[in-house]
Structure formats: structure tokens, C-alpha cells
């Protein structure tokens, strides 16, 4: 793994929202943090055969928590969604709505799925991992844009079970 593979995933992590990753391969181990008010080191070990093992340090970028704006109508919205069953991300990752571009979408608002159809797909460290219903019912909204990060247990869509 080359320096501009650490950074794209440094910058991959922050984009996610993710507040730690771990990652151990064969010959390295990286610990990514962010989300926190004072910046965070990422600590890189290379395993070396003589046993000596050298550390090399970068700073990994802070990701500054988002201001958001509560509408008034959010009580009323939580009560009607209290109804639906939320289907959430299993993994982080980049989140698609469709197979491939010249495809259409999995799911739309309005779609009857069933327990085992596929709803989108959610590419982690380019492996594509196509996301099943774990119940059947009518899609009711599509909660996050298509080609955006998601992280783990993120509310993906909501569906009607009855």
C-alpha cells in the first residue's frame, strides 16, 4: 500500500463520517479517527522481517461536525415514520441505488419488495456488496442520494409493511 492509497482513504474515512477505522493487512496496520474537536494522528506500522519495525506518522484530516437547522415539523414527521421499518446500511461504503449507470434503480418510492430483493448496492474498498430486504412491504422514501457515503447502521430506506 503506497502513500497516495493512505491518503485516499484518509479522505475517504473523513467523507464517511466514520469517527474510526481499523485496517490490518499482512504487512501494515492503519488506525484512521476522526470526528473529534482536536486533530487526530493516524499511526502507520509496517511489519518488517528483521523485527525492527518503523513508524511513520500523517495527520489525518478532521471532519467538522455538520450545523444542521431542526424544522419545526420534525415531531410530526418522527410520528409518521414511526409506522415504517427502516432497511440500514450493513456496512460503510459508497451507496448505489443502481447496478450499473445504463441500468434503472433497484428500488424507487412506491416499489413492493420482498424479503431477499435487492434494494442497492454499497461498494466498500471496491467490492460491491448488493443490499437484500430483510422484509417485504412498499417502499415509502429513499433516504440518502445516490453515489454518497454511507456509514454503518444509516438509515437507507423506509417501507410500508403493510
Known amino acids: 500500500m503506497d502513500i497516495k492509497e493512505i491518503q485516499s482513504l484518509i479522505k475517504f474515512v473523513a467523507k464517511s463520517g466514520a469517527s474510526e477505522v481499523k485496517l490490518e493487512m499482512e504487512d ?3 488506525t484512521i479517527k ?8 493516524t499511526f ?3 511489519a518488517n522481517p528483521m523485527g525492527v519495525a518503523p ?3 500523517a495527520q489525518a484530516p478532521v471532519a467538522q461536525p455538520a450545523a444542521q437547522a431542526a424544522p419545526s415539523n ?6 409518521e415514520d414511526s409506522k415504517y421499518i427502516t432497511i440500514k446500511s450493513p456496512i460503510i461504503g459508497t451507496f448505489y441505488r443502481k447496478p450499473s449507470p445504463d441500468k434503472p434503480n433497484f428500488a424507487e418510492v412506491g416499489t413492493e419488495v420482498k ?4 434494494v442497492c448496492i454499497i461498494e466498500a474498498m471496491k467490492l460491491f456488496n448488493e443490499i437484500e430486504s430483510e422484509i417485504s412491504g412498499k417502499v ?3 433516504l440518502v442520494d445516490d453515489s454518497s457515503p454511507v456509514e454503518f447502521d444509516q438509515p ?3 417501507v410500508d409493511p403493510s
Open 28 to 30: 501494515i496496520k492503519i
Open 34 to 41: 476522526t470526528g473529534s474537536e482536536t486533530p487526530e494522528t
Open 44 to 46: 502507520i506500522q509496517a
Open 55 to 57: 513508524q511513520m506518522m
Open 74 to 79: 420534525e415531531a410530526s414527521n418522527t410520528e
Open 115 to 118: 424479503v431477499g430483493d435487492t
Open 140 to 142: 415509502v422514501k429513499v
Open 156 to 158: 437507507l430506506f423506509l
